[in-house]
Nanobody, 121 residues
Framework: QVQVVESGGGLVKTGDSLRLDCAGS????????VGWVRQAPGREREAVAC???????YYADSIEGRFTISSDYPRNSVYLQMDNLKPEDTAFYYC???????????????WGQGTQVTVSS
């Protein structure tokens, strides 16, 4: 059974950076597509980025090149480096995994518990 656990969220100021970590267990993340999905209060879940099983990488237009997704498969981990954070990035961020990336409608099979990112102005 695939399990993923997020860490690295917190409270930062506009323009700051954060790195979110997604640690996998029970299955090699190298054999899955792993994405980051966020949900702000009162809004639907939004796919932010994904690294596909074939190595392709996808980003949502909304992050405007400020985020970078990367993988560290020896550590069975996937990271989301977030730079130049804005208040509108405030949300609960989830790591999720499946056979393919879900960028239009995040319907991943496995989800973590999420980590809160709050960006103050």
């Amino acid at each position: 059974q695939v399990q993923v656990v997020e860490s690295g969220g917190g409270l930062v100021k506009t323009g700051d950076s954060l790195r979110l970590d997604c640690a996998g267990s029970g299955f090699s993340l190298e054999r899955l597509s792993v994405g980051w999905v966020r949900q702000a209060p009162g809004r639907e879940r939004e796919a932010v980025a994904c690294v596909a099983v074939d190595g392709a990488i996808y980003y949502a237009d909304s992050i405007e090149g400020r985020f970078t997704i990367s993988s560290d498969y020896p550590r069975n981990s996937v990271y989301l480096q977030m730079d130049n954070l804005k208040p509108e990035d405030t949300a609960f961020y989830y790591c999720a995994a499946d056979a393919a990336c879900w960028m239009w409608s995040p319907l991943y099979n496995a989800w973590g518990q999420g980590t809160q990112v709050t960006v103050s102005s």
